[in-house]
């Protein structure tokens, strides 16, 4: 079984700063894909940035410039760094993770969500 957590979210005011965290726990053998996903009230849920397991980052236009992903392979965590936080960056962020998992038998890749970690930005 695997578990992935995000944390990190939080209350802050426009142009600020925070670092949410992703955590992959339980049956990993490694990591390929991870991402960051996030949905505002009343709207799809869209893509933050992602990063490959050797670094190769993606993000959306609406936050380059202003956040950083980032990832620890040997602690199987993901960081997404947040600075110039405006109102429209306030949502919930999800962590996305392709864990790939080892039996004695075979490997296989399967999708991992986290719960979500609420941002808010408000003066």
């Known amino acids: 079984q695997v578990h992935v957590v995000e944390s990190g979210g939080g209350l802050v005011q426009p142009g600020g700063s925070l670092r949410l965290s992703c955590a992959a726990s339980?049956?990993?053998?490694?990591?390929?894909?991870m991402g960051w996903y996030r949905q505002a009230p009343g709207k799809q849920r869209e893509l933050v940035a992602t990063?490959?397991?050797?670094?190769?980052?993606n993000y959306a236009d609406s936050v380059k410039g202003r956040f950083t992903i980032s990832r620890d392979n040997a602690k199987n965590t993901m960081y997404l760094q947040m600075n110039s936080l405006k109102p429209e960056d306030t949502a919930d962020y999800y962590c996305?993770?392709?864990?790939?998992?080892?039996?004695?038998?075979?490997?296989?890749?399967?999708?991992?969500w986290g719960q979500g970690t609420q941002v808010t930005v408000s003066s």
């Open positions: 996305h993770a392709a864990v790939v998992t080892k039996t004695l038998s075979a490997a296989y890749q399967r999708d991992y």
């Open positions: 339980g049956s990993v053998f490694s990591i390929n894909a």
């Open positions: 990063i490959t397991r050797g670094g190769n980052t």
